[in-house]
């Protein structure tokens, strides 16, 4: 188990924050996209369905749709036997297909020639009552199960959507990407990477280019991450990759180019394989939460190493609005981020959160501030919004001969 998805594990459902305290917890994300002109060369023919469909790598012609229900000749041999996209329009691939108009509906699975379907379904469109005098259109965009009978916005790159992993400080992989063309890893501190309709990076501080793997993963990294063995796997020089820390405090994006430079297709990256990389050997024995030194002080701990800030608010009771704010420092080598009070006078008297400013995939890429509780709380207060300072090794949380209490046999689990 990583120290990532680790550190996950023991979050309290009160304090999950949208899966990790690194991500903001507010909704969105950003995209661009257009509606192209779909008006095909030829004229749809009666008692026709003309299925459109639009893929990013622009191979629509090596998809087909298999129809096993409302043609007039329905698809008999999986997979061979498909009604190919090799007609073309702005829009993408599309084909013309005779229906037999005693159906009611054509059923269907859009697949390449391996077995790969587009929707994980098999789907269906119910049949127009005029499709026997003017014919039938319907969209459908690669990725989705969505069936249109309007012309759906394509979207050249949505940054809401981690599409690309980030596994150790050298290496990318993106999982069904062409290993032609060329890639980019596009940076910016704080954040607000956007792209305009024609392709064009706006916002980013700068991009490194990256050497694609003829090769793909390594073995020591197939054993880690099995699943993303047959992915595109791209490569950092050691330089770049020396700016690791730096750039996952911001926001970092994984364009895919073609021959000549155009953007074809851009995505947000997930990064908790380069953050155990990066961290984990510092940070793996730090004692999070809060601890206690022999005078009862107490010092409180938070790895969080994409953020750019921590600071640590302290309630002196639970449901005060009055707070004191102090800044946290954070160790660069751990991404643990700490605070030693003055004295003992939190311990069991002060409840506390932790304000952690990030770049937020969940905020359309923008720097945020969550006030978050402490994933190692002992003790919350009634609503689960403050953690509690609570040293359980003091008398004045104890009960009268807890520490001679002996240990109750249980018959059962859930007696606990």
Known sequence: MSLFSGLLKYLPASVVLCSSLLAGCSGGGSSTTGTPSTTPAASIPAKTLRMHFHRIQKDEAAWGAYAFEGPVKPSAEWIKDRFMFT????????????????????KFLVTDGNGTKNCASDQAVTLASNIATTGQEIWMLEGSCVISDKVLPVTVANLSDAKAMWLDKTTLVWPAVP???????YYAANGNISVDANGVFTGSDGSYALTIVPGGLSSALQGKFPHLKSATTLKLTDADAANARSRLKGQVVLAQLDVGGKLIQATSIQSAGVLDDVYAANAANARLGVTFDSNNVPTFRLWAPTAQSVKLNVYLDATSANKTTLDMVEDAASGVWSYTAANSAYTNVAYYTYSVNVISRFADNKLVSNEVTDPYSLSLNANSRRSFVANLASSDLKPAGWDSHSIPALAHPADI
């Open 179 to 185: 290993t032609t063309g060329s890639y980019k890893l």
């Open 87 to 106: 007609q073309s329009d702005s829009f993408g691939g599309y084909v013309d297909i005779p229906i037999d108009t005693s159906k009611t509906a054509v």
